[in-house]
């Protein structure tokens, strides 16, 4: 037999999803017109593939999203919702980057995580598929919004990220089951990567490249917009580079992106997650800077060792390589 008090909590549990099973079907119905039928399948469907519904009128549907211009009545979402309101940073570019737009994708997603911002993106090829990648393998969590129904891949070559992103962050979409990846629906889905995030970082971007719609959107939302110089030769930085002729703010540094964050305050709470190793590295340049060889003798560990550590550094923005292969604390 049950408690009292456990007979309670089923049945709370129970009002609250026929709840949420109602006012999904309602909002599904908002769409769809008078049929129900058709509103109670999709409603089944997102069920059985272990997904969530997230109406406006929820709880759960972040605040960021019901601020912004047509903002979506239902979001179809699997894995853990409750990253729908931590704060993020999107991380946007081409889907095909040259090596700088990988390196800096990789740099940029990597301290994002480490810092515990999630990183919001759209699974596409190139840029998208770096951000949660990095992000994911750094212990990070991010949000794929995907622009078809969530059982649906696309590109295909991704299933098995979409699935560790299930898995370990969240996937979401503003169309039900059985949505194709239509082309009108990719601009679409970018006012909610905007829309979602505190900022957009833009890390490689040409001329017309369908991240600059996620950057325009961005604008319009009062958010904050980043944006990766590139090489005045490259044509895959044009974007980036003609869009700071007129807006953003230049992104060269993870301080950049995470100045009055509340996920991570200050250079000096990074500090405190460095090694022991790292910490001395700090301490012995706070005298001056020193040579890479000169470290080396110092800390008495390997090349590989002290290059990883070092790299660690500069990504959290503590240090700087000036020329000659020479070592400082970073200003700032």
Not at 274 to 279: I, P, R, V
Request: glycine letters at 8%; a negative charge; hydrophobic letters at 35%.
């Amino acid at each position: 037999m049950f408690s009292a008090k456990r007979k309670a909590y089923i049945v709370a549990s129970c009002e609250q999803s026929f709840k949420r099973r109602a006012l999904a079907a309602q909002d599904v119905l908002s769409l769809y017109g008078d049929n129900i039928s058709k509103a109670d399948a999709i409603v089944e469907r997102v069920d059985k593939i272990g997904g969530y519904i997230v109406t406006y009128d929820d709880s759960e549907y972040p605040d960021a999203l019901r601020n912004i211009y047509a903002p979506p009545p239902v979001l179809y979402a699997k894995g853990d919702i409750s990253l729908l309101k931590s704060e993020s940073i999107a991380v946007v570019g081409s889907r095909r980057p040259t090596r700088y737009g990988r390196d800096v994708t990789t740099k940029f997603a990597r301290a994002l995580a480490v810092n515990g911002l999630t990183v919001v993106s759209g699974l596409a090829r190139g840029i998208d598929t770096i951000a949660h990648t990095v992000t994911l393998e750094n212990g990070g969590k991010t949000i794929a919004v995907i622009a078809n129904g969530l059982d649906r891949v696309y590109p295909p070559e991704n299933e098995r990220l979409m699935r560790e992103i299930e898995d370990k962050g969240l996937v979401i979409s503003e169309y039900p089951p059985a949505t194709l990846p239509l082309g009108f629906r990719f601009p679409e889905r970018n006012r909610i990567i905007s829309g979602l995030a505190r900022g957009v970082l833009v890390t490689e971007a040409g001329r017309n490249s369908g991240s600059l719609i996620t950057a325009d959107y961005a604008l319009e939302q009062g958010k904050e917009l980043f944006l990766v110089p590139g090489s005045i030769f490259s044509p895959m930085s044009e974007g980036c580079n003609e869009r700071l002729k007129e807006c953003g703010t230049p992104v060269t540094d993870i301080g950049d992106l995470i100045s009055g964050s509340t996920a991570c305050e200050t250079k000096a709470k990074l500090a405190v997650q460095l090694s022991f190793e790292q910490q001395s590295i700090l301490d012995m340049l706070k005298d001056g800077e020193m040579h890479f060889t000169q470290l080396i003798d110092k800390c008495n560990i390997k090349t590989d060792e002290l290059t990883v550590l070092l790299s660690e550094m500069e990504l959290y923005g503590l240090i700087e390589r000036t020329s000659g292969n020479y070592y400082c604390i970073a200003n700032g």
